[in-house]
């Protein structure tokens, strides 16, 4: 069974700094390109980052560029989002989800929340 | 960026009614739209990819159809769990966008 867990959620100040996690789990993690996509409160979905598979080919939201950083360990079979600088407007539910770019999202993580406030 | 619209933004209907959701993107995607739902508090789940191929495990009375700008999805005879979110999303180019999402309530 494919599973996706995000873990590193949590209350952080305007300008702080967070790091997600997403272990994966049930599929070969090595070959599948990997997303993170948002939800604020009440509100639609966002994506705002992709990784390939080999880490050659990666893309953020104009939202996020310059902030965030996506990274993946394949012998840990793990996704990461560093992100910095972090604002009010980033107050949102962070999901880890596999596939993208030309293809869906197959497989989602059941989301971390991540509160930006003072 | 392509921009999707989805309409309308909500509905109500009855168990066993046949329920159809637009979506439309803002330039030409061939086939590049994917559906989704979401339950409250839950993770969206894929239902439809490629406009009109029906994800592995999703009930046969989900459907999609349409390419280029106009897609629908319906669903034939709508069951108690079928009450969500539902959203289409454009693969075609980056950045990836989604519609602002169907809501179905029970009527």
């Known amino acids: 069974e494919v599973q996706l867990v995000e873990s590193g959620g949590g209350l952080v100040q305007p300008g702080g700094s967070l790091r997600l996690s997403c272990a994966a789990s049930?599929?070969?993690?090595?070959?599948?390109?990997m997303n993170w996509v948002r939800q604020a409160p009440g509100k639609g979905l966002e994506w705002i980052s992709y990784?390939?598979?080999?880490?050659?080919?990666?893309y953020y939201a104009d939202s996020v560029e310059g902030r965030f950083t996506i990274s993946r360990d394949s012998a840990k079979n793990s996704l990461y989002l560093q992100m910095n600088s972090l604002r009010d407007e980033d107050t949102a539910v962070y999901y880890c989800?596999?596939?993208?770019?030309?293809?869906?999202?197959?497989?989602w993580g059941q989301g971390a929340l991540v509160t930006v406030s003072s | 960026d392509i921009q999707m619209t989805q309409s309308p933004s909500s509905l109500s209907a009855f168990v066993g009614d046949r329920v159809t959701i637009t979506c439309r993107a803002s330039?030409?995607?061939?086939?590049?739209l994917n559906w989704y739902h979401q339950k409250p508090g839950k993770a969206p789940k894929l239902l439809i990819y490629?406009?009109?191929s029906l994800q592995s495990g999703v009930p046969s009375r989900f459907s999609g159809s349409g390419s280029g700008t106009d897609f629908t999805l319906t669903i034939s005879s709508l069951q108690p769990e079928d009450f969500a979110t539902y959203y289409c999303?454009?693969?075609?180019?980056?950045?990836?966008?989604f519609g602002g999402g169907t809501k179905v309530e029970i009527k």
């Open positions: 490629a406009a009109s």
């Open positions: 989800a596999s596939g993208g770019y030309s293809y869906a999202y197959d497989h």
């Open positions: 330039q030409s995607i061939s086939s590049y």
């Open positions: 049930g599929f070969s993690f090595s070959s599948y390109s």
């Open positions: 990784i390939s598979s080999s880490s050659s080919t990666i």
């Open positions: 999303q454009q693969s075609y180019s980056t950045p990836p966008t």
